[in-house]
């Protein structure tokens, strides 16, 4: 049970076509994974109802794009003032079927409406250009256009934030989007869903389909209606999805797996450092695609760094969300409790040492030890694979080229982090690392108006910032003879 003040935001049903849509068939349970409880039902949709939510998005498209911006922009703006309203009720819910802890739902809720109201913002900055033409008789117009319908499949780890990470610039732009949420969190999906038709989003405009998964991304990879697709998720389901794409030419923009590096200079202010790796690591159990995934710290304080690490991390509160004072929640299920025991194992046995945590929580469930090991190495799977669990896994290193060689030997290419007091050390190593996004001196990157998105396999794309709308839109140019 989860107890809401409005407490329309719970929906046993999907937005389709501005109606609320179940399904004929079987509904999907949702349960808590801090206590196993079922939170809510969902449908599960059939292929024709997906079908029906594409159409939709298609005639939506017409009259959506034809708005002016600021049209589209003074409804996203009443979509992110009552998310602001509802955040409680929304932070609840999000802690029912995820697990975080009440203040991070909390945290997430206000990032998930910031990238609204920044891209209902941005909507009204998609400047076009003129270029001079290489004849005097012609003039060379270049205007943006929004792609048209767009499909979102979105993970479990951000309920709220990415599906708004990908809805916001997509309305703002002129486009209409299909969302198909985690099946573990499909509940605060539909409740941005309530807020978004109370605020006035036109039927199609915005809808939310669960069931199947491999159902549901067959109909919108395969359909020639829908022109891009969106997916924050395993770089093994993206290949899936851009696979299926492929025949239909899709634009796409890709949110997968990291593998983030952290490295500690010796010239690093120690105590911020462990602040930083703390924040970057353990944040929501450490299931973030961001999540620090490896700590390098220079042989000279590699002993104070994890002596300091381990008293940190041992003070870390373990528990259900809503509890006061919780800092670490459950994992999402069994097999993320199974991933994170396999790689302490892993680790352990060729050489590592346990100094902080390291089993299953005496809570029981999917409860887990935030943990600290010492003497990992490279060819250990907590070095090759992202953990996606609580667990800081310590190397060591002699110099820096041998550390950015170490941060870079992945095909992961997301966010990484290095903390020195050193300018031109600050220079060499952050431009030296091959990832999209780079924390120097903080662990905490993520924010609305900064470009999100990997290099290598960790993705294609960009979202939230200036750059975020782009995605959304087509360049079109014109070329028009005077003479
Ligand atoms: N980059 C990131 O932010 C994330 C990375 N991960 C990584 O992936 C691992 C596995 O997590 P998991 O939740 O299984 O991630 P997935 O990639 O399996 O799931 C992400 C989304 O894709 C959907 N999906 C799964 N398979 C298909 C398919 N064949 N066609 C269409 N949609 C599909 C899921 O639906 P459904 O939930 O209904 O199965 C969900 O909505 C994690 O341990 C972590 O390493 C996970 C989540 C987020
Ligand atoms: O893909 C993820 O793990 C969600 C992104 C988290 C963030 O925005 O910081």
């Excluded at 409880?37 to 969902?42: F, L, S």
């Excluded at 609840?92 to 997430?108: I, N, V």
């Excluded at 900064?450 to 959304?472: H, T």
Aim: overall charge negative; glycine content about 8%.
């Amino acid at each position: 049970m989860v107890n809401l003040k409005k407490t329309e935001l719970l929906r046993d049903r999907c937005l389709i076509n501005g109606k609320w849509v179940a399904s004929s068939q079987n509904n999907v349970a949702v349960n808590n994974p801090a206590t196993g409880e079922i939170v809510g039902t969902v449908p599960a949709l059939e292929t024709a109802d997906i079908e029906q939510a594409v159409a939709a998005a298609e005639m939506a498209f017409r009259s959506w794009r034809a708005l002016a911006a600021k049209e589209r922009a003074a409804v996203l703006l009443r979509w992110f003032d009552l998310i602001v309203e509802n955040a409680d009720d929304l932070a609840a819910l999000l802690t029912a079927e995820q697990g975080k802890p009440l203040s991070e739902a909390r945290g997430e809720i206000l990032y998930a409406a910031s990238f609204i109201q920044w891209f209902a913002e941005e909507a009204k900055r998609v400047y076009g250009d003129i270029i001079p033409a290489p004849t005097t008789d012609k003039r060379i117009l270049v205007f943006k256009q929004p792609i048209g319908v767009c499909a979102a499949i979105t993970p479990w780890n951000f309920p709220a934030a990415m599906i708004t990470r990908k809805a916001a610039p997509a309305l703002a732009a002129g486009c209409t989007m299909v969302v198909k949420p985690a099946e573990q969190t499909p509940l605060t999906a539909l409740a941005l869903g309530v807020l978004a038709d109370q605020a006035g989003i036109p039927a199609g405009v915005f809808q939310i389909v669960t069931g199947k998964a491999r159902e549901i991304g067959k109909v919108l990879t395969e359909s020639d209606i829908v022109k891009k697709l969106s997916f924050t998720g395993s770089t093994e389901v993206g290949r899936i999805l851009m696979a299926q794409s492929a025949p239909t030419i899709k634009k796409l923009s890709m949110e997968l797996g990291g593998n983030a590096p952290f490295i500690v200079f010796d010239d690093a202010d120690l105590d911020a450092a462990v602040d930083g790796a703390v924040a970057s690591k353990f944040r929501n159990a450490g299931q973030t695609c961001v999540c620090t995934n490896r700590i390098y710290v220079q042989s000279g304080v590699y002993a104070v760094f994890a002596e300091k690490l381990a008293a940190k991390v041992s003070a870390l509160k373990v528990g259900e969300g809503t509890q006061i004072g919780v800092t670490i929640g459950p994992l999402i299920d069994a097999d993320a409790i199974t991933k994170v025991e396999d790689h302490i194992s892993d680790a352990v046995a060729q050489g590592a040492k346990v100094v902080a945590g390291g089993k299953r929580h005496s809570l029981g469930g999917t409860f887990f030890e935030p943990t600290v090991l010492t003497g990992a190495t490279q060819a250990m799977k907590v070095a090759r694979e992202e953990t996606f669990g609580p667990v800081a896994p310590l190397f060591s290193f002699e110099t820096e080229e041998e550390a950015v060689a170490m941060a870079n030997d992945t095909e992961f290419g997301l966010a990484a982090y290095f903390y020195t007091e050193n300018v031109r050390r600050t220079w060499r190593v952050a431009e030296a690392l091959e990832y999209g996004m780079v924390g120097h001196n903080t662990g905490q990157i993520s924010n609305e108006v900064a470009p999100f998105g990997g290099v290598k396999q960790s993705g294609l794309g960009r979202e939230g910032s200036r750059y975020g709308i782009d995605d959304y839109l087509e360049i079109k140019y014109l070329c028009s003879a005077i003479a």
